[in-house]
C-alpha cells in the first residue's frame, strides 16, 4: 500500500505505475469512474460501503454501467486492482477531505493540489521527526481564493497547522500516512480526469 513507502522516490514510481495502468482503460470507462468515484465522495459512507466490498467484484459494485463496459472490454476486469489502490488511499483520509476532493475534482484543482502536496512531502519525507516547512507561494499562488481555502483544509486534515495566512509550518510524521494517501489520490484522480 502506498503509505508504507520507505522514501518519497518509492512512493512516486508506484503511485506513477497506477496511474499508467489506469490510463490505459479506454476513455469512457476513465471518464464513468471518475463520476463514480465523485459521487461517492459527495455521499458519506458510500465510499466506505464500495470499499467495503473491495473482494468481490468492484464493477458490479459501482455501477450498472460500469458492470455493461467490463462485458465489452475484458481488460476492464484486470484492471480493478488499480482502482482499488485509489479506493483503499481515499479510505486513509477522513469523512471532511472527501467533500474537499469532490469539490476540487469539480473545479478542477487537483494538478496545482498534488504539487503543493508533493512540495511538502519530498524534502520532508524521510524525517522521523518535527521539521519546519514553508509552502512555496508560487504553488499558492495558482490557487483561488475558495480553492485556497480547500487546499488547507486537506492539509490540516492530514495533522498539519498550516493556514492561508500562515503557510510556515512544521513536518509531523503521524502526517506522513495521510499526507502519503492524498498525495496518491490525488495523482490518480487528475488521471482518472484527464482526457
Partial sequence: ????????????????????????????????????????????????????????????????????????????????????????????????????????????????????VKSILEPTFLYPCNNPFTLDPKLLASLEEEGLAVTFGLLQECGLSVAPDNPTGTWDLEAKEPLSALYGSLLMLQQLAEA
Fill in 1 to 116: 500500500m502506498l503509505m508504507l513507502r520507505t522514501d518519497f522516490k518509492s512512493l512516486q514510481n508506484e503511485v506513477s505505475r497506477e496511474m499508467e495502468a489506469v490510463a490505459e482503460l479506454p476513455r469512457d470507462i476513465r471518464d464513468a469512474l471518475f463520476h463514480t468515484i465523485l459521487a461517492k465522495l459527495k455521499d458519506q459512507g458510500a465510499l466506505q460501503d464500495l470499499t467495503g466490498m473491495l473482494d468481490g467484484n468492484i464493477w458490479i459494485h459501482t455501477g450498472s454501467f460500469l458492470s455493461e463496459m467490463q462485458e465489452n472490454s475484458r481488460n476492464v476486469r484486470l484492471e480493478s486492482r488499480h482502482v482499488i489502490y485509489l479506493l483503499e488511499a481515499l479510505l486513509v483520509l477522513s469523512d471532511i477531505q472527501h467533500e474537499l476532493l469532490a469539490w476540487s475534482m469539480e473545479k478542477r484543482i487537483l494538478p496545482q493540489q498534488q504539487e503543493l
